[in-house]
């Protein structure tokens, strides 16, 4: 079967084959670009099907929850007497009221007026009335 083309008719079926075969990759490389395109891919997905995602994402949540939950380590409470238990109370309500009183001390001292104990903050020197040299 080696039958012979003239050479005009054997370049146009090669351009017939070459054009057919950049036809060809040309649909295969838009499938690879396609495939290879995950966020347009999850993004028509999410679009197609928005309830399955969500039960999806639920399971997921839910099966990460049970399998990576810990374990709460036992803790044994000592017995505290009454006392200890008081005294626990009031270093715990006296650490926000010192924060508040310390706090408000230095407003007062920053802001210049005057205290309780007659003590002043310091403020400003106003230089037109400096006091003037002993001769």
């Known amino acids: ?17 070459g054009e057919s075969a950049r036809a060809c990759l040309e649909d295969e490389a838009i499938a690879l670009k396609h495939r290879l395109d995950v966020p347009a891919r999850v993004r028509n997905s999410l679009k197609s099907h ?22 709460p380590a036992r803790v044994e409470k000592a017995n505290q007497s009454l006392p200890i238990r008081i005294i626990g109370l ?11 009183w310390l706090s408000g001390q230095a407003k007062h001292y920053l802001s210049g007026h005057p205290r309780g104990n007659g003590a002043f903050a310091p403020q400003a020197v106003d230089p037109s009335h400096s006091p003037t040299p002993l001769q």
């Open 90 to 100: 009031i270093l715990t309500v006296a650490g926000p009221l010192a924060k508040v």
């Open 50 to 71: 928005p309830t399955g995602w969500l039960f999806g994402s639920l399971a997921s949540g839910l099966a990460a929850s049970l399998f990576l939950r810990r374990k």
């Open 1 to 17: 079967m080696d039958r012979k083309l003239s050479k005009s008719q054997e370049v146009e079926r090669l351009i017939r084959l």
